[in-house]
């Protein structure tokens, strides 16, 4: 029996899939996470966007498209969002974002088998990601996940040292859906006990605020930090950040950038912007457009404004879906000038990745501050080698390898 476990959405769903994933072959199925025949489907959704929750609902009709006689189970914060809308498919099972064990709980009554929850994730990458929280308190005004994730809850540290123990991975991301809410929002102490894994260890996405000179000075202490901050920014003007519930100023990111390039000089500093947020005036928004080159972004996920109903954001005047388009367009054009000038910064130095994918005849990996390097040729899946980059190729850089480690 196979079943095929698909998710849209955050890397947070994909280790949640990946723990389905492993639960399911614990009772004697054969998993897959790529859409394609099988006698079940497990459908993790997404609820981020309008966008990615029309997506959900869509996945039951590809699915179907595959086999119409597979039951089909759904979880995931677009179900937690309206579950009845999914109900109305005529799918077999349905459940949230909150309590996605339920799944399994669902296969056993109609399949058989011992209930056993949800068990360390399958990996089925060449890092291993690492939850280590769920839920966020930040409830900004445009975002839905609060409510639907419900209140921060953080992993016991003994837990996550536990699985990482397991993990032949040769790099580690901690993530969740904020985990710089972790232990309080004090960091440091997990990393501290971190020290002595001989493996790669990347940090999910954080808040701006979390950065300081504790966090920073241990996280330089670790065997191999990988230096690229997703640092969560959404607008570059203080009267939008504030508009939208989020507790810095510019200023105040801009200096934790600073920071960050203090301690790690050849950081890759990341993040989101939202264009057309219901305040943003065009004088906001070029607040916005400066902050790219001012912060020095390796890369930026710009995206335009989604009202989510439910949220304070939603009973705000919108923007015309023309100035969002608009003002869109010249995010990603910055973007795109800010991260070929970071990447042609190291146009010529020798870096260190991890091989992970090959395709149309090249391997391709990440260096430690997330620069997809391509190589000619098949390497080793999770072995690290020593490249030269060149010049600027797809969506990263071409290399040449030295040698491997």
Known sequence: MKAVVFTLGCKVNEVESASIMSALESLGWQTDNALGYADAYVLNTCAVTREAEKKSRQLIARAKKFNADAKIFVCGCASEKDKKSFEDKGVTFVTGARKKEEVITAFTKIYGGYDCGLLYPKQVRTRAFIKIQDGCNNFCSYCVIPYLRGREVSRPMDDILKEISRTDSPEIVLNGINISSYNGGDLVPLIEKLKSVKKRIRLGSLECNVIDERLLTALAGLYDFAPQ???SLQSGSDSVLKAM???????????????IYKHFPTAAITTDIIAGFPTETEEDFLESLSIISEARFARVHAFPFSPREGTVAYKMKDIPP??????????LEAAKTSENKFLNGFSGT???IIAEDFEEGYTSGYTGNYIRVYVSGKLQAGKKYKAILKQIFKDGVLGEINEQI
């Open 350 to 352: 020798e870096q260190t």
């Open 229 to 231: 901050f997703h640092l």
């Open 245 to 259: 519930n989020r507790h810095y100023t510019r200023t105040q990111y801009l200096e934790k950038c600073a920071l």
């Open 322 to 331: 023309s100035v969002k388009s608009e003002r869109l367009n010249r995010l």
